[in-house]
């Protein structure tokens, strides 16, 4: 089948599949389940693969939950991934809508219910294109969260005989319909502070007798943005502190201080730079202060980077569907799909949903997203697979 054909059969089918996808993604959304406990979505999965293909292999790799599936290509010379994370969010859902949650204090509140929809969508339409290579079906867990389902899955071998991978995710800072794109990096990696002031504490009328920890916060704290400053033109970076520990007496000097601080940035090379400027920030303040600082670095997830030849095929994709295309801007948050990325050529896209100025962003308890969307997913999904 040619590209022109195959492309217009694509279009066709995840035309036909809207209702379904709809169906499938509010069924998901009334019971949403918390990372590493989508028991009831895995089987939902499982089932939909079933009835919705008739050559998915789903492949045994010993997860409790979430699926890995496989189509196979007519000539398999290669294997093409495709993923969508699964899990919910510890979130109350304020819509009251007729698909609403059901589970109490659980809300899929990033789309992943959408993003399951639409990969279900995607592994349906390739089951009838038969494109060339084989197409490896990612339904991951635990994104949300530190459990990282990506490095699960890597840990399980979901990844072997993997040539390329891409990922997606609804997004609700783009116009409704864009597909989003950017090379290189695209979102953030982290990292995390975690200091112990260690002063000497004493009445709190007698300051000159004591170190006290809280001075020496309060200048770390003044001065992460003169950092941030200094850095971000070469290394664009967040560096925020997020939580304060202290004594509650109201009439003494604390002994201690714990202080944590988190810092984003969009480089591999920024993290070590970030952890020496920091380190001499801590330092500084604690000597001014008479104070002693104990320091913890914890990395967090790394920056994800879009393969550009890999982007080559995502635009192309979009064109032969005559979808619109915008460049989005990196983003501060991360993603696990990151650890893919580091192991294979990766690219990971966006579905615009924004409608008007007042849409809710993700992790909102009002968040919510027009299900034509759905087959405008699937079929770019299915065409990243088809044209690779």
């Known amino acids: 089948m040619d590209t022109d054909k195959s492309m217009a059969k694509i279009k066709q089918e995840a035309a036909a599949l809207k209702e379904t996808m709809t169906e ?20 939902k999965i499982r089932d939909l693969l079933t009835s919705m293909t008739t050559q998915a ?25 495709l993923r969508a994370d699964i899990d919910a969010l510890a979130i109350t859902e304020t ?10 204090g659980v809300m899929h509140a990033c789309g992943h219910d959408g993003h399951t929809a639409m990969l279900l969508g995607a592994a349906a ?34 990844l072997k005989d993997v040539d390329v991978i891409f990922g997606a995710h609804l997004n609700a800072t783009s116009d409704f319909g ?24 004493g009445h709190s009328a007698y300051p000159d007798e004591c170190a006290n920890p809280l001075l020496a916060a309060a200048a770390i704290i003044s001065g992460l ?28 000097i604390p002994d201690r201080a714990k202080l944590e601080i988190r810092s984003k940035f969009l480089s591999a090379d920024a ?35 879009n393969d550009p030849e890999v982007g080559a095929v995502v635009r192309q994709a979009a064109q032969a569907l005559n979808l ?50 759905l087959p405008i997913a699937a079929a770019q999904l299915a065409a990243c697979a088809t044209l690779y």
């Not at 970030?274 to 967090?300: D, N, V």
């Open 125 to 158: 339409i390739l089951d009838k294109i038969r494109p060339r290579h084989h197409v490896r079906l990612l339904f991951q867990p635990a994104e949300e969260g530190p459990a990282s389902g990506a490095r699960l899955l890597l840990e399980h071998d979901a």
């Open 225 to 252: 943005a003169q950092v941030k400053d200094r850095l971000h033109a070469s290394i664009p970076c967040t560096i925020v502190p997020t939580t304060i520990q202290c004594g509650k007496s109201e009439n003494r």
């Open 178 to 201: 864009l597909v989003g794109y950017c090379d290189g990096p695209v979102m953030a990696g982290g990292l995390v502070i975690e200091l112990n002031i260690i002063g000497q504490g």
């Open 95 to 104: 819509n009251t809508h007729s698909f609403a949650s059901l589970n109490p």
């Open 324 to 373: 619109p295309l915008t460049k989005i801007v990196p983003s501060m948050g991360s993603e696990d799909f990151a650890y893919y990325a580091q192991k294979i050529p990766a690219y990971y896209m966006t579905f615009g949903i924004r409608q008007g100025d007042q849409f809710p962003i993700a992790h909102n308890p009002d968040f919510d997203f027009d299900e034509s969307i």
């Open 271 to 305: 993290e070590p730079i970030l952890r020496q400027e920091l380190s001499r920030l801590f330092e500084h303040a604690s000597a001014i202060h008479h104070t002693r600082c104990e320091i913890t670095f914890i990395p967090k997830l790394p920056v994800t980077v």
């Open 24 to 43: 499938i993604r509010r069924d998901l959304h009334r019971r949403p389940e918390l990372g590493l406990r989508e028991y009831r979505t895995t089987t």
């Open 57 to 81: 292999e789903i492949l045994d790799l010993g997860l409790k939950t979430g699926v890995v599936a496989q189509l196979p290509g007519t000539e398999g010379k290669k294997t093409v991934a």
